[in-house]
């Protein structure tokens, strides 16, 4: 599996857009990206997957460049609840693939 | 909306004492896993499981540990005789794959907090 690349942490203040960006310069042509989240120790929660299209849903959106080396989770107005560990990981289609956590992002959304 | 679920939220043990860690996963779902994350450190996969026999495992997943499906509902890991190493959260997941080319996006339990004495 491709590795990915992340700021080990980043601030944001409450109601702005925060924009985590994650690097994957390996990423093979059927790998899909993930992004998750855990907050405090708790089961990492799904957020948005994409292919090669920016992908948008009730959480984020997802801004994948044309080369598909690196990406951008876009949290549109972030809240105190958004404060989480954010994970970007690469992982093949179409199997059950186990997902491969690294440290992730720690954003810390601030009042 | 459907979500996975897990008994118990945390189990105590004494070390050489074998523990079963139970979860339900959403009810469509055909895939299952077990992952777990030692206090301060990565979430690390154990193992998957689909059509009634493991997928994939870790090098964590030894002898020690096993999983089972024993009804339509529940998917249960046991590890047989508990080390304090073992202490750690552990989360079951569970996804749905329709057609080859699809994403795999895992829906992960609250966990179960083993504490091993």
């Known amino acids: 599996d491709a590795k990915t690349t992340q700021p080990p942490s980043m601030d944001c203040a409450e109601g702005r857009a925060a924009n985590l960006p994650c690097n994957h310069s390996?990423?093979?042509?059927?790998?899909?990206v993930y992004w998750y989240r855990q907050i405090h120790s708790q089961g990492p929660q799904y957020i948005i997957h994409?292919?090669?299209n920016n992908e948008t849903n009730e959480m984020a959106s997802l801004i994948i460049t044309e080369d598909r080396k690196s990406s951008t989770l876009i949290l549109p107005h972030a809240t105190l609840r958004d404060t989480a560990v954010y994970y970007c990981?690469?992982?093949?289609?179409?199997?059950?693939?186990?997902?491969?956590f690294g440290s992730g992002t720690q954003l810390t959304v601030l009042p | 909306e459907p979500e996975v679920t897990q008994t118990p939220s945390h189990q105590v043990t004494q070390m050489g004492q074998e523990v079963i860690l139970r979860c339900v996963p959403i009810?469509?779902?055909?895939?299952f896993y077990w992952y777990r994350q030692i206090l301060g450190q990565k979430v690390e996969f154990l193992v998957s499981?689909?059509?009634?026999?493991?997928?994939?495992k870790s090098e964590i997943f030894d002898d020690q540990f096993s999983v089972e499906r024993p009804d339509g509902s529940n998917f249960t890991l046991k590890i047989r005789s508990t080390k304090l190493e073992d202490s750690a959260m552990y989360f079951c997941?569970?996804?749905?794959?329709?057609?080859?080319?699809?994403?795999?996006?895992?829906?992960f339990g609250p966990g179960t907090r083993l504490t091993v004495l």
């Open positions: 009810s469509n779902h055909l895939y």
């Open positions: 994409g292919l090669k």
């Open positions: 990981i690469v992982s093949p289609s179409g199997s059950a693939r186990q997902l491969t």
């Open positions: 499981f689909y059509n009634n026999e493991i997928s994939e």
């Open positions: 997941a569970s996804s749905s794959l329709t057609w080859a080319g699809e994403g795999n996006e895992q829906f």
């Open positions: 390996t990423i093979s042509g059927n790998e899909y």
